[in-house]
C-alpha cells in the first residue's frame, strides 16, 4: 500500500495539519479502526468507499464528532450509538443497504443533515419531520412506500405537509 493509502498515513497527515476531521475514504476498510478513539476531539469522520458492513458502537465514545460519512459501504443499519453524541448533526449514508430509519433517532435534536440516498428504506417515519434541526434530507432512490417517492422526491417541506 501506498503510504497515503493506509490508516496510518491519513492519521499523521491529519494530525500535521492540525485537523478535526479524520479522512478514511477509500482504503477498503471491512471494520472501523479501533485507533480513532485516540482522538477524543474528532469532529469529523469520513469512511466512504469503503467494504464496512456496520459502524461500531465504539464511535458513540468520540463525544465530539459531528459529523459521520460513510456511503458506499454495505451498512445495514444506522447504530443506535450515535444518539449518544451530543453534538451530532450531519449523516450520510448514501449507497448503503440500510433498511429502515429507526425510532431513536428522535431523540437526535441537533441532527440537521440525513443523506440515505439509494438504500432499502420503504418509509420515513413522522418523527423525522419533527426533528428541529434538519433542513437536508435526502433519501431518493429507496423503495419508499410512506410518504410516496413521489412525495420524498419533492424533498422535506412536501414531507412534512404530508404528515400535516
Known amino acids: 500500500m501506498a503510504m ?7 492519521i499523521e497527515g491529519m494530525k500535521a495539519a492540525g485537523r478535526d476531521t479524520l479522512n478514511l475514504h477509500g482504503l477498503g476498510l471491512r471494520e ?10 474528532l469532529a469529523g469522520l469520513n469512511l466512504s468507499g469503503n467494504r464496512l458492513t456496520e459502524i461500531p458502537d465504539f464511535i458513540g465514545e468520540l463525544s465530539k464528532l459531528r459529523l459521520l460519512y460513510a456511503a458506499r459501504n454495505q451498512i445495514t443499519t444506522i447504530p443506535p450509538c450515535l444518539s449518544r453524541l451530543p453534538l451530532f448533526s450531519g449523516l450520510e ?27 432499502q428504506i420503504r418509509e420515513i417515519p413522522e418523527f423525522v419531520v419533527h426533528l428541529p434541526r434538519l433542513f437536508r434530507l435526502k433519501v431518493g432512490e ?12 419533492q424533498g422535506l417541506t412536501a414531507i412534512r405537509e404530508y404528515y400535516q
Open 142 to 153: 429507496n423503495p419508499l412506500e410512506c410518504p410516496p417517492l413521489e412525495v420524498c422526491e
Open 32 to 41: 472501523v479502526p479501533e485507533v480513532v478513539l485516540e482522538f477524543p476531539e
Open 4 to 10: 497515503e493509502n493506509s490508516v496510518e498515513a491519513r
Open 93 to 119: 449514508l448514501s449507497s448503503n443497504q440500510v433498511g429502515e430509519i429507526p425510532g431513536f433517532m428522535a431523540q437526535m435534536q441537533s441532527l440537521s443533515m440525513l443523506e440515505l440516498t439509494g438504500n
